[in-house]
């Protein structure tokens, strides 16, 4: 009995001394993990190494990864029928760029409702005070014929015969609804074309969805927009003359400064400009947006507010970029005048716009017209670099960036406003240690105008990859390309649309589709 007791104890004493020991080692471990963990967190709290930009590569073209252009039909595509459903009028609202992707849409509104499309109308008057038209604008001849395929077109709708007398058709005006489906045209609209032989949708800006999952429908839109929208041979001529004056010295940079009194506004970024300006921005967005309690600070960290100029000559130091970089200006009239220019000049003195490049004196008179629109829509088109400062809302910066795209993967700098927000406050509070390294970080993490997902909000007419694009050897063979006789047909309508007659541009133009 007293050997089993001192038995007994010993077990007892030994457990307990496990235990302890037991509890030793944890803590032992659990000390050593944190030990490990803290030393991990120091060494990656350590600076990186600091990043580089080659100013050089951007000056080509962003990588394809293998993908080129391609708008072509890859699966049956008949031509429309000999008889349609009716006539379609649009009245396309806006500016250049917005009336745009509205004739796209209108295109592919009507291949959907197998409809006759009537030229679409420009609304220039309510936005640019300006009457051009589409005939003023756009090679009309072109149009309709790249189209045949597509769609059937007419410039007006014709007058019809009804109990033995000669009537003009009235078209039925219907307001679509905003980013309206494929299923309101097939149902609403068709019904109406039916009951009134044709309809007039007004206004027609944003009238159909963007994001269709049906691939012919958006490569109908890529084929609309970069083939059957051509400018007129004098806007191209015109725009010929510019991009060979820029290029005298080389390359050079075009950038959209929508440093302007409306995008102000819009955005609600007052706090930078004296009383005067502020009451100006106030009033006009009273007048023209709807009432919102705005505040600059909240604003602009995250990103709602355009980019000064000087932020615009800070990021292109920081990139690396010299003050000899030719610089083509594409703006209306900048809000603030010369005071927000000065400190953007003194970085880069080589700035120039429509006054400085355009030796026919042509645009002197219409640079807040379509036809100065159109003009720097081409030249920011073929200029070796774009970068926008406001992409927000700004059709013409969306538009460009999937163009550019679409034309061999053109370089594009596309500053992340968001992330670059709070790099510039730290700056503005004396907090300058690092500022060119945190920029060049930032900027690195764009795609530079390479194939890239799309990511709402991210516009289709600013990204149209995949659906218009195609790969010889790819491992979808959704991505295939079409036969070689329509991809040579393709490529010799981009040639077309794009050669000015410059030996430059024409090289390099080559060079893009190519590639």
Known sequence: MWKRGVHNRSNAIKKRLFGKLSIVVIVIVICTGSLFASTKTYYNAAPPAPSKVSVENLWGTATSEGWRPSSAPRSDWPPPPNESNGYLRVRCNGGLNQQRTAICNAVLAARIMNATLVLPELDANSFWHDDSGFQGIYDVDHFVNSLKDDVRIVMSIPE???????????????????????????????????????????????????????????????????HALRFKPHIMKLSNSIVSNLRTEGHFMAIHLRFEMDMLAFAGCYDIFNPEEQRILKKYRKENFKEKDLKYSERRAIGKCPLTPEEVGLILSSMGFENSTRIYIAAGDLFGGERFMQPFESMFPHLENHKTVDTSGELAESTRGLLGSAVDYMVCLLSDIFMPTYDGPSNFANNLMGHRQYHGFRTTLHPDRKALAPIFIDREKGRTAGFEEAVRRTMLKTNFGGPHKRVPPESFFTNSWPECFCQTDPQNLADRCPPSDTVQIVESQMDSDTTINSDTTQSNMTAVVER
């Not at 307001?175 to 007039?200: C, F, N, Q």
Request: hydrophobic share 30%; glycine share 2%.
């Open 160 to 226: 019809i015969q009804k109990n033995g007398k000669t009537k003009k058709l009235k078209a039925f005006q219907i307001r679509p609804p905003r980013d309206a489906p494929v299923s309101w045209y097939t149902k609403d609209a068709l019904e109406k074309m039916k009951e009134h032989g044709a309809i007039y949708l007004t206004p027609f800006s944003h009238r159909l969805a963007e994001e269709i999952d049906i691939p012919e429908y958006q490569r109908l839109r890529c084929r609309v927009n970069y």
